[in-house]
């Protein structure tokens, strides 16, 4: 079992830059195939961020945040990242990592992982 901790969450400005990043670790870490970042907001659904291929290195995006976020990853750390620049306010939300071993390509589907951060809230006032 994979466990993934979200950090680097808090409150900046419309217009301003956050990174998130997810270290995950476990034992079963290596065959981690994909790993994404959903967000949900206040009274809405979960809802898909970016996500990539551990293997692969391919990326890819929600059309809300194209342009502006970078999902990276150093695999040598275990660690997955969420680069956010041209912050708005209407990327408020608590984000979340998560990791799925499962050969999928459909990375935008919250059922497809099977593995959750806690979490850790992103607030941009305006």
């Known amino acids: 079992q994979v466990q993934l901790v979200e950090s680097g969450g808090g409150l900046v400005q419309a217009g301003g830059s956050l990174s998130l990043s997810c270290a995950a670790s476990?034992?079963?870490?290596?065959?981690?195939?994909?790993m994404g970042w959903f967000r949900q907001a206040p009274g809405k659904e979960r809802e898909f961020v970016a996500a990539?291929?551990?293997?692969?290195?391919?990326?890819y995006y929600a059309d809300s945040v194209k342009g502006r976020f970078t999902i990276y990853k150093e695999k040598d750390k275990n660690t997955m990242f969420l680069q956010m620049n041209s912050l708005k306010p209407e990327d408020t939300a608590v984000y979340y990592c998560?990791?799925?071993?499962?050969?999928?390509?459909?990375?935008?589907?919250?059922?497809?992982?099977?593995?959750w951060g806690q979490g850790t809230q992103v607030t941009v006032s305006s």
């Open positions: 990539i291929n551990w293997i692969e290195d391919s990326t």
């Open positions: 476990g034992r079963t870490l290596s065959m981690t195939f994909a």
């Open positions: 998560a990791a799925t071993p499962y050969v999928t390509r459909r990375y935008g589907d919250s059922e497809e992982y099977h593995t």
